[in-house]
């Protein structure tokens, strides 16, 4: 069975990151964006973080421009906002795309493992969460409604 761990991606910095980095942790993935209707997640998800993270727990931010073009800054510019902005201090991860033929090769795997709402495939919007076992095996689509605070009892569950 394939997992996230047969993935790399590249960093903010255009470095690319092994997902086998990540063996033995739980993760929450997601595609972001700086002027969204839900960027404000920002915030529950460094909560997360450092909630659990000495726990295990990671959050990988994948920046997306998809949606609204709601994400048109550099990777650069991103880091600064992140860090300004909401003091995020999880991995915020080069932009990509998350759907169509340039989507990119985790993405795909994500949306194939974990389908949407009426088994779509598609991802729809922003802040689309994805949490993964330490296994690298998706475990469960999130919605960009859903708060990260709600997601806690999963992620401890899995802890």
Same mark, same amino acid.
């Given at each position: 069975?394939?997992?996230?761990?047969?993935?790399?991606?590249?960093?903010?910095?255009?470095?690319?990151?092994?997902?086998?980095? =990540?063996?033995?942790?739980?993760?929450?993935?997601?595609?972001?964006?700086?002027?969204?209707?839900?960027?404000?997640?920002? *915030?529950?998800?460094?909560?997360? =973080?450092?909630? %659990?993270?000495? !726990?295990?727990?990671?959050?990988?931010? %994948?920046?997306?421009?998809?949606?609204?073009? *709601?994400?048109?800054?550099?990777?650069?510019?991103?880091?600064?906002?992140?860090?300004?902005?909401?003091?995020?201090?999880?991995?915020?991860m080069a932009k990509l795309q998350v759907n169509g033929p340039e989507a990119s090769p985790l993405f795909a795997y994500?949306?194939?493992?974990?389908?949407?709402?009426?088994?779509?495939?598609?991802?729809?919007?922003?802040?689309? !969460?994805?949490?993964?076992?330490?296994?690298?095996?998706?475990? !469960?689509?999130?919605?960009p409604r859903t708060k990260p605070a709600s997601i806690a009892s999963a992620i401890e569950d899995m802890l």
């Amino acid at each position: 069975m394939s997992t996230i761990h047969q993935f790399s991606v590249s960093n903010a910095q255009g470095q690319p990151v092994s997902l086998t980095d =990540y063996k033995g942790k739980v993760l929450l993935i997601v595609n972001t964006a700086s002027a969204c209707g839900f960027t404000p997640q920002y *915030q529950e998800l460094e909560q997360l =973080y450092q909630r %659990f993270k000495a !726990k295990g727990l990671v959050v990988l931010a %994948f920046p997306c421009n998809q949606f609204g073009a *709601q994400e048109p800054g550099t990777d650069n510019e991103i880091q600064q906002f992140c860090q300004l902005n909401y003091g995020v201090s999880f991995p915020v991860m080069a932009k990509l795309q998350v759907n169509g033929p340039e989507a990119s090769p985790l993405f795909a795997y994500l949306k194939d493992n974990a389908r949407g709402l009426l088994k779509t495939r598609a991802i729809k919007w922003n802040f689309t !969460k994805f949490l993964v076992n330490q296994q690298g095996e998706v475990v !469960k689509r999130y919605a960009p409604r859903t708060k990260p605070a709600s997601i806690a009892s999963a992620i401890e569950d899995m802890l």
